[in-house]
């Protein structure tokens, strides 16, 4: 057997224009803004109806211990206001409510889950809020310490 030397080939290159419109939804962040959304609210049309009324406090400042000041969105029941609910609090650093790029509609076939199924609300990797609070939840979208408007440094897979 004796030895050869590679030959080169070449490769074909595809060149493409580069999206100069990124898809990220971020949103202006302003004063705490409360909505009432009412029972069948649809945020688009195929998207999951809200089945109870609900209250959005977008953009709530969160006073943490260190000082620093998270920016969230509560969504919960508006019978809330008399009777405290558990607060589911999903904690990542992809965004709240509305920000960030990550989106089940950048993956083919959404990963199995029909639109139909999201309110268009959540948060990436989080639950919807149309499913928990009919549940009888409160879901807090926060910005993670660091990442888009909230305080603190962010710090990812370690200290």
């Known amino acids: 057997m004796t030895a050869t030397t590679p030959q080169p080939f070449s490769v074909p290159v595809l060149f493409t224009e580069i999206d100069h419109e990124p898809k990220n939804t971020w949103t202006d962040y302003g004063p705490t803004e409360r909505r009432i959304i009412a029972k069948g609210w ?66 083919p076939w959404r990963v199995g889950v029909p639109r139909s199924e999201t309110s268009g609300l959540e948060k990436w990797e989080a639950p919807d809020p149309a499913e928990w609070v009919a549940r009888g939840y409160a879901v807090v979208n926060i910005d993670a310490c660091g990442s888009f408007k909230s305080g603190g440094d962010l710090v990812a897979y370690g200290t």
């Not at 688009?44 to 000082?67: H, M, Y």
């Not at 019978?79 to 609090?89: E, F, H, N, Y």
């Open 42 to 107: 649809v945020k688009e049309e195929g998207r999951k109806a809200f089945s109870v009324d609900t209250i959005w406090d977008n953009d709530v400042r969160i006073p943490l211990r260190d000082g620093v000041e998270l920016l969230g969105d509560v969504f919960r029941p508006v019978t809330s206001d008399d009777k405290p609910v558990p607060a589911i609090m999903p904690w990542s650093h992809y965004g709240k409510t509305g920000t960030g790029i990550q989106q089940l509609d950048m993956f």
